[in-house]
């Protein structure tokens, strides 16, 4: 990306721009490409190496300056060091149309892998191929946001092709032992019990009540809750597997 400069200002190559709208005006900082990213996840840390200059602009592509009084405005008595900061913690990054293409598309398949990974069939509790899952995507109308973890979308996108698709599908169930003193587990067996989905194994022993159940994932919390509250922590959960996956992959809580 080329920007255009003013014979007095450094000019700026390889831009990457962060952009935040506040106090009725747009402010703008500098980047070097693919480190802005690196600098919200805590990776760099010194901000030499992530602003191309420790200005701030009204117009990074224009080379303007923001003006004293505009930055007083919207941010008071700040440093420009700190409004840089403050700029690259919050604000936007602007991307071409190119790179915007290629990171969608890339968020779109890793939501796709995720969920292929956590749902199943719910006829046959087995793994639903990923283009199947990126056909039910389309036919639900999903779209990707920039800007967010695939992590962070998946749920949404789930309830989407449960509701707006044909694809039959759900979350594939946890494999988790409770294990729980027997002193405590009278009050809360049958709890424990009524969460799963499944019953796999239930021993009672001289010192310990244990159970291998199958649960949904969102009950996780629920017995988590309940180990904490009614057995006064002395009961815990072991996060096995998911129930369609193969042995060698583990949960995730």
Same mark, same amino acid.
């Given at each position: 990306?080329?920007?255009?400069?003013?014979?007095?200002?450094?000019?700026?190559?390889?831009?990457?721009?962060?952009?935040?709208?506040?106090?009725?005006?747009?402010?703008?900082?500098?980047?070097?490409?693919?480190?802005?990213?690196?600098?919200?996840?805590?990776?760099?840390?010194?901000?030499?190496?992530?602003?191309?200059?420790?200005?701030?602009?009204?117009?990074?592509?224009?080379?303007?300056?923001?003006?004293?009084?505009?930055?007083? !405005?919207?941010?008071?008595?700040? @440093?420009? %060091? *700190?409004?840089?900061? /403050? $700029?690259?913690?919050?604000?936007?990054?602007?991307?071409?149309?190119?790179?915007?293409?290629?990171?969608?598309?890339?968020?779109?398949?890793?939501?796709?892998?995720?969920?292929?990974?956590?749902?199943?069939?719910?006829?046959?509790?087995?793994?639903?191929?990923?283009?199947?899952?990126?056909?039910?995507?389309?036919?639900?109308?999903?779209?990707?946001?920039?800007?967010?973890?695939?992590?962070?979308?998946?749920?949404?996108?789930?309830?989407?092709?449960?509701?707006?698709?044909?694809?039959?599908?759900?979350?594939?169930?946890?494999?988790?032992?409770?294990?729980?003193?027997?002193?405590?587990?009278?009050?809360? !067996?049958?709890?424990?019990?009524? @969460?799963? %989905? *499944?019953?796999?194994? /239930? $021993?009672?022993?001289?010192?310990?009540?244990?159970?291998?159940?199958?649960?949904?994932?969102?009950?996780?919390?629920?017995?988590?809750?309940?180990?904490?509250?009614?057995?006064?922590?002395?009961?815990?959960?072991?996060?096995?597997?998911?129930?369609?996956?193969?042995?060698?992959?583990?949960?995730?809580?």
């Amino acid at each position: 990306m080329r920007v255009n400069q003013p014979a007095n200002q450094i000019k700026l190559t390889n831009v990457a721009i962060v952009r935040l709208k506040k106090g009725g005006k747009r402010f703008e900082v500098a980047c070097y490409k693919n480190k802005i990213q690196e600098w919200r996840n805590g990776v760099e840390t010194d901000i030499d190496d992530v602003v191309q200059v420790n200005n701030v602009f009204v117009n990074v592509s224009k080379g303007e300056v923001a003006r004293s009084e505009d930055l007083k !405005k919207a941010f008071g008595k700040a @440093s420009t %060091d *700190a409004i840089v900061r /403050e $700029i690259l913690q919050r604000g936007e990054i602007q991307i071409g149309e190119k790179e915007r293409e290629h990171e969608l598309s890339t968020l779109w398949k890793e939501i796709a892998t995720l969920i292929s990974e956590k749902c199943v069939d719910p006829d046959t509790d087995r793994p639903i191929p990923v283009g199947m899952i990126e056909k039910a995507m389309h036919e639900a109308g999903f779209s990707v946001k920039s800007g967010k973890s695939a992590k962070s979308q998946t749920s949404e996108c789930i309830k989407l092709i449960q509701t707006n698709s044909k694809l039959p599908i759900r979350r594939a169930r946890m494999r988790i032992k409770v294990i729980i003193p027997i002193a405590e587990s009278s009050a809360v !067996k049958d709890k424990v019990l009524e @969460s799963a %989905d *499944a019953v796999e194994e /239930e $021993i009672t022993g001289s010192a310990d009540w244990e159970a291998i159940l199958l649960i949904d994932p969102a009950q996780y919390r629920v017995l988590n809750d309940l180990m904490q509250h009614e057995t006064e922590g002395k009961g815990r959960i072991e996060t096995l597997l998911f129930a369609n996956v193969a042995s060698t992959s583990t949960a995730t809580a």
